[in-house]
């Protein structure tokens, strides 16, 4: 099952070779939600794994960004005791453009100097 989260980028560790044959890394976003005017606040923490970990290394703190991820979870046992434990895997990273650089990339440029006639330029006016 796939998901998908939309955040600011607040922090990015370093990979981790777990063993010879896993690496991982692992970062966080802050996913904003509001609910009756009350605005709510969650870090939630990703992991990337094997070729996967270097999809943040572009990407720089507070970017906003949108995680496509896959939640797993795994039981552990050890001495008689029985863990589960829960990994949200991130599979893909894009950044999302804030609604100021759209209106700014979709505006035309402004005016420069050249594009003003010069004063003593006959009228072609018709009247």
Not at 9 to 27: A, H, P, W
Request: proline content about 6%.
């Amino acid at each position: 099952m796939s998901f998908e989260i939309t955040g600011k980028l607040v922090e990015k560790y370093n990979t981790v070779q777990v063993s010879d044959r896993f690496k991982k890394r692992e970062f966080v976003i802050e996913a904003k939600e509001s609910n009756g005017g009350l605005d709510f606040k969650d870090f939630i923490k990703f992991q990337l794994t094997q070729d996967k970990c270097n999809l943040i290394e572009q990407l720089n703190m507070n970017d906003e960004i949108k995680v496509s991820f896959n939640i797993r979870g795994n039981k552990w046992e050890k001495e008689g005791k029985v863990n589960y434990f829960t990994n949200l895997d991130a599979w893909r990273i894009e950044k999302v453009q804030n609604q100021n650089q759209r209106r700014n990339d979709d505006m035309p440029p402004l005016p420069t100097m050249d594009d003003v006639p010069p004063e003593n330029e006959p009228d072609d006016l018709p009247f």
